[in-house]
């Protein structure tokens, strides 16, 4: 099995460092992909990140993870709450799956408190801002059994 780990961010996360700072913090979509990147070297896993507004992309991904990825990290934005398709494209998939959201939904509006992604998740991280996805991906390399330093600082 290849060690490649698909890093999939949903809706408006395009929009990071922009969009609500108060919630979502300064650090820009890129500059998370940059600190997965350097990751993900350091543990040796090869990553794809990507990032779609639309629903249908993600499953896309999700299936291309099927034949060619190890593990998923997904941040589904708000399809979270309401894809059924994606937690069925997830299903489909036989490695781990680990759930983050920057924010702590749990603090926020009663509708984000339910999670159609966490009915798959082998992991939930919430609440770490962008962090999550670092602790996310040294999850992951020790899931995998590959080297997992500490997930260092945040982005």
């Keep these: 099995m290849t060690s490649t780990v698909f890093v999939l961010n949903g809706p408006n996360l395009n929009l990071l460092g922009k969009r609500q700072p108060d919630i979502y913090g300064h650090e ?56 059924v398709a994606i937690l069925d494209a997830l299903n489909a998939f036989d490695g781990p799956v680990f759930e983050v959201h920057i924010s702590n939904v749990h603090r926020r509006e009663s509708f984000r408190h339910h999670s159609y992604v966490s009915l798959r998740a082998d992991g939930v991280i919430a609440g770490f801002g962008t962090q999550g996805y670092l602790l996310a991906l040294q999850r992951v390399a020790h899931v995998l059994g590959v080297s997992s330093p500490v997930a260092g600082t945040a982005v």
Aim: aromatic share 6%; glycine share 8%.
């Design 28 to 83: 820009t979509l890129s500059d998370v992909e940059t600190a997965c990147r350097e990751q993900c070297a350091r543990q040796g896993i090869e990553i794809r990140f990507h990032q779609s507004n639309t629903e249908g992309q993600i499953i896309d991904w999700i299936h291309e993870a099927r034949d060619t990825g190890a593990a998923i990290v997904i941040n589904p934005g708000a399809y979270t709450h309401t894809s």
